[in-house]
């Protein structure tokens, strides 16, 4: 089994906002105004945006090997939050997201049903989407002193 491992580093100063550099390219996760400065999309926009992005690409490389002639695509992601246990406030639903529900406009000379069927094939094989739908490990430490420069 190939493992490929995906690390990113990001930091955070005084203020709300934090920087990353990935791959070259510079990305900031920040809250609106008056917490943030609104320098960019929330944690949990970035986070849906993400899994978009995800169903978009592997419908590129799917469509790619089944010879569909993709197009383009529009892939719409909503998550349904309550914004109390993050706020630090007594709830009883889960911090995390409810439910997320994905759209997708497929552009491309497939009847409905095949478009459906693609979709399906799609979100099977988006890594985003089965981490989301199945239990993943995630395990969170404290790393060492002076790792902040």
Known sequence: MAIKRISINAEMGSDFAVHAQIR????????????????GPTPLEYFLFS???CVASIARIAAGQ???DLRGMRVS????LNSAGLLGKPTDDRVGFQSIQIAAEID???SDEAKQAFLDEVCARCPLHDNIHYTTVVVHELSAAGCIA
């Open 108 to 110: 491309a000379d497939l």
């Open 66 to 68: 089944q010879k569909i």
């Open 77 to 80: 992601v909503e998550g349904d």
């Open 51 to 53: 899994l978009a992005g």
């Open 24 to 39: 070259g390219h510079q990305v900031v996760i920040d809250q609106p105004a008056p917490g943030g400065s609104d320098l």
